[in-house]
């Protein structure tokens, strides 16, 4: 039996040229500061401009960023604060208070 062939090759086999290909592709320098120009060509096509909000993921020395609708966190938002308060609300926590 012949098999079917994929169209993504081997993880381990991904060429510059197959990602390029795919996608807009650049490299940026990061500031003193820290900052990252989002080149204006990704940002048009993405929709983002100036005031929106992203949301960055790291993930496997990988960063990935997405323009969101702060309301599209606000329930996760709201758990993480109420697990940082049960974790730093406590008399145990009240020593990191005086240093």
Do not use: Y
Request: glycine share 6%; net charge positive.
């Amino acid at each position: 039996m012949h098999k079917a062939s994929s169209p993504i090759p081997n993880a381990k086999a991904i060429s510059k040229e197959f990602l390029t290909n795919a996608m807009e592709v650049r490299i940026v320098r990061i500031t003193d500061k820290g900052q990252v120009s989002i080149p204006a060509k990704m940002q048009e096509a993405t929709g983002m401009g100036k005031g929106d909000q992203i949301i960055m993921i790291e993930n496997n020395n990988t960063i990935i960023m997405k323009k969101i609708q702060p309301s599209e966190f606000r329930d996760l938002i709201k758990h993480q604060e109420k697990i940082a308060a049960k974790l730093w609300g406590t008399k145990h926590d009240d020593i990191w208070d005086k240093v």
